[in-house]
């Protein structure tokens, strides 16, 4: 399974930002999809993650800014970011869990993307 990342860069404290990613690849299902981000000296996180079944999870601090979705037949997600803060600054990573076409659970990792919130 590959992931493929796109998106991101720099923009201003208030600004928007999109970062979307695609699955291809020996894929039978994709369970769940989600954004993680590293920021420097901190560990990875989980920002925002979205079910085959349209179930979303964010993260408390983005909560209201950000909009996570998927699409289950292009094995897509995006996230789109509005009202970005300095403290988006990081290394956002794709992240897929599923099965693959022998029925065996998969993990992988997008390629990371930078977004950076600066003046």
């Known amino acids: 399974v590959q992931l493929q990342a796109s998106g991101g860069g720099l923009v201003q404290p208030g600004g928007c930002l999109r970062v979307s990613c695609a699955a291809s690849g020996n894929i039978f299902r994709i369970n769940v999809m989600g954004w993680y981000r590293q920021a420097p000296g901190k560990e990875r996180e989980l920002v925002a993650a979205i079910t085959s079944g349209n179930n979303t999870y964010y993260i408390d601090s983005v909560k209201g800014r950000f909009t996570i979705s998927g699409d289950n037949r292009k094995n897509t997600v995006s996230l789109q970011m509005n009202s970005l803060k300095p403290e988006d600054t990081a290394v956002y990573y794709c992240?897929?869990?599923?099965?693959?076409?022998?029925?065996?659970?998969?993990?992988?990792w997008g390629q990371g993307t930078q977004v950076t919130v600066s003046s």
């Open positions: 992240h897929a869990e599923g099965i693959d076409r022998e029925r065996f659970p998969y993990d992988y």
